[in-house]
């Protein structure tokens, strides 16, 4: 493959050398066929580099394109995975932009697997309200294609949504493309049934749901996240009293936090002298700030824990509560701001400030209301860095995300995982754990390092009694040799 270098890209062989998950994909929609697989591998690689996949961004594809509302994600299907919608009656066939047409498929598709490493999406095909002038087989060829060819194990389903009797032979076609494995995939529904496939929270009121999203551009979809999360989430009647309360108690701690903030700064400035092993050995030495991470996402600014899930407990447990930790780990004053697709439903606090060098910073989740939390909902995380003559005050933020550019910004998104049971999750912080918030994430990380402490004493002692057990087998053994030998003596000096 190597040898062949010249027809590819040199940054997607580099990927290959380098990355296992997307080798095994290839192998998996190949079905651990090598030859199959190396084929794909060949055919993906020379399409990638005459598409200039790398390279795809909004300033290369023209404005117009993205305008048109044909294509773009959004929302999830009910097993949590990514939607891409082409909505058909906005696409008209015209040879003279079809090649722009595929790169914007191809900026899409590369966009989402960048975005969210891969995991695999479901292809809407709305059809509603289409007629002949719509029908363009080499288009739709092209789509099937970049799943079965190019983007390997990266579709779940194709939902066709009333897909008119004119289609029925064309479909025929599609068929013949898709090959048998692929045909599974297909679902034919109408505004009936489609909702076994995709709630109505992100079915648009044509096809029967209650999404009011209408695509519009600029700026670029990020679709998900369009609706910035406010501080305290909707406020209703019956837990006014609470915020209120609760903004005052905000504000009482700034002063504190800011304080423990400088004094953890110099205390992270003479443990960063301290070798690995001693961290590991004296974690009670490490400042309140420095959070025992479980998983961390480490970002060029920030250090996100956790990296991929917020826990939230089961319906039964009541636990409504989960912590997000953010390290900066620059030398400058870090802005961010959290989004999330369903605002109507989570209260963020903070929401949009800021974080100073070398200091973390938590940020609570909570459901509020009647509310529950579903695998569907993402939360994003954007930062950038702050010139230090910048001032952190909301007025300063609210310019500063006016005109910082967006290739200075870091994102990073984080899913929902909902518990099953009632056992709660050493993440999810219970409500009466935020009786007391200037102690919660000290004793949380107190318990953690005592659990991890008991967990390492018990390894040991059940190496020594294991290491105890071996060494009496083997005593027992010579015990045995030994008598055995002395009755074979005695036995021969009868003889």
């Known amino acids: 493959l190597l040898d062949k270098s010249d027809k ?8 290959l050398q380098q990355d296992d998950k997307w080798v095994e994909n290839y192998l998996i929609w190949r079905h651990d066929v090598v030859d199959d697989t190396l084929k794909m591998i060949d055919e993906s690689f020379q399409w990638r580099k005459e598409y200039t996949v790398n390279d795809l961004t909004e300033s290369v594809l023209p404005k117009w394109l993205f305008e048109n509302g044909a294509l773009f994600l959004h929302g999830y299907d009910k097993e949590g995975y990514k939607l891409f919608w082409f909505r058909v009656k906005h696409h008209i066939r015209d040879p003279k932009q079809q090649l722009e047409k595929k790169k914007l498929v191809a ?26 002038s719509h029908i363009d087989l080499d288009f739709v060829r092209f789509i099937v294609n970049c799943f079965t060819d190019y983007y390997p194990n990266f579709l779940t389903k194709i939902v066709i949504f009333e897909m008119p009797w004119i289609m029925n032979a064309a479909f025929k076609i599609v068929k013949g493309w898709l ?12 505004k009936s049934d489609v909702q076994e496939y995709i709630s109505g929270e992100y079915l648009p009121p044509h096809m029967g749901g209650t999404d009011s999203f209408k695509y519009s551009y600029p700026p670029l979809v990020d679709d998900d996240f369009q609706t910035p999360l406010c501080e305290n989430g909707p ?19 700034t002063g504190e936090l800011n304080e423990e903030q400088n004094l953890n700064q110099k205390k992270m400035n003479s443990i960063e002298q301290i070798s690995k092993s001693e961290e590991t050995d004296k974690t009670e030495f490490k400042p309140k700030n420095a959070k025992k991470a479980l998983t961390t996402f480490k970002g060029p600014l920030l250090h996100i824990s956790p990296a991929e899930e917020l826990y939230f407990g089961s319906k039964e447990t009541g636990e409504k509560k989960c912590l997000i930790v953010l390290t900066n780990v620059t030398k400058n004053i870090v802005a961010f701001k959290v989004r999330t697709t369903a605002p109507e439903k989570y209260r963020v606090k903070p929401s949009n400030s800021s974080c100073e060098p070398g200091t973390s910073l938590d940020i609570i989740v909570s459901l509020h209301g009647g509310f529950a939390a579903s695998v569907q909902d993402r ?19 609210t310019q500063f995300w006016k005109e910082v550019p967006r ?7 984080l899913r929902c995982h909902v518990l ?11 409500e009466n754990a935020f009786n007391i918030p200037a102690k919660t994430n000290e004793d949380l990380h107190i318990q953690l390092t005592h659990l991890l402490q008991i967990n390492k004493r018990l390894q040991e002692q059940i190496d020594r009694c294991l290491w105890f057990q071996q060494l009496s087998v083997v005593l027992s053994l010579l015990s045995v040799t030994v008598v055995a030998f002395c009755f074979y003596l005695a036995y021969t000096q009868r003889s």
């Open 379 to 397: 939360f994003l995380i954007m930062a950038a860095e702050m010139d230090q003559s910048s001032g952190a005050g909301i007025p300063e933020l």
């Open 8 to 15: 590819y890209d040199s940054r997607d062989v580099e990927r």
């Open 235 to 253: 406020i209703t009647s019956e837990d006014e009293h609470e915020s209120k309360e609760e903004i005052d108690a905000d504000t009482k701690e």
């Open 107 to 132: 900026f899409w598709l590369e966009h989402y697997a960048k975005r969210d490493h891969g995991k695999p999406i479901t292809v809407v095909f709305d059809m509603a309200e289409t007629g002949i």
């Open 179 to 190: 090959g048998p494995d692929a045909i599974s995939m297909l679902k034919f529904t109408n």
């Open 407 to 413: 290739t200075k910004v870091m994102e990073h998104r």
């Open 420 to 430: 099953e049971s009632s056992k709660p999750s050493s993440l999810t912080l219970k």
